[in-house]
C-alpha cells in the first residue's frame, strides 16, 4: 500500500479547520497529494504534512484501515 485514499476527520480537527477556515475539501487533497512528503510526529498523531503554508497532524493508517488517513489537526502556518 502506498498510501491513504480517504481521509476521515475527527471531531476536533473538524472544528479546527473549519475555524480557521481551510476548507476540508482542501485538507483531504493535501493528505492524498502530498502524502509521501510527510515526516513523523512526535506528538499524539503519527504524522505531519507541511504543504504551501498549512500543518496538518494525521494518523495513517487509521486502526486496521490502511485506506485511510485520520486527521486529527490543521493549521495555517
Known amino acids: 500500500m502506498s498510501g491513504p485514499s480517504r481521509v476521515r ?6 472544528l ?3 475555524r480557521r477556515r481551510l476548507g476540508l ?3 483531504e487533497a493535501v493528505v492524498l497529494e502530498a502524502h ?14 507541511f504543504h504551501r503554508g498549512v500543518v496538518i497532524l ?3 493508517s487509521a486502526g486496521e484501515d490502511e485506506t ?3 486527521v486529527r489537526s490543521a493549521w495555517r502556518r
Open 16 to 18: 479546527r479547520i473549519t
Open 9 to 14: 476527520f475527527t471531531e476536533h480537527a473538524r
Open 25 to 27: 475539501d482542501l485538507i
Open 36 to 49: 509521501d512528503r510527510r515526516g513523523r510526529n512526535s506528538g499524539q498523531a503519527d504524522w505531519r504534512l
Open 58 to 60: 494525521y494518523d495513517w
Open 68 to 70: 485511510t488517513a485520520l
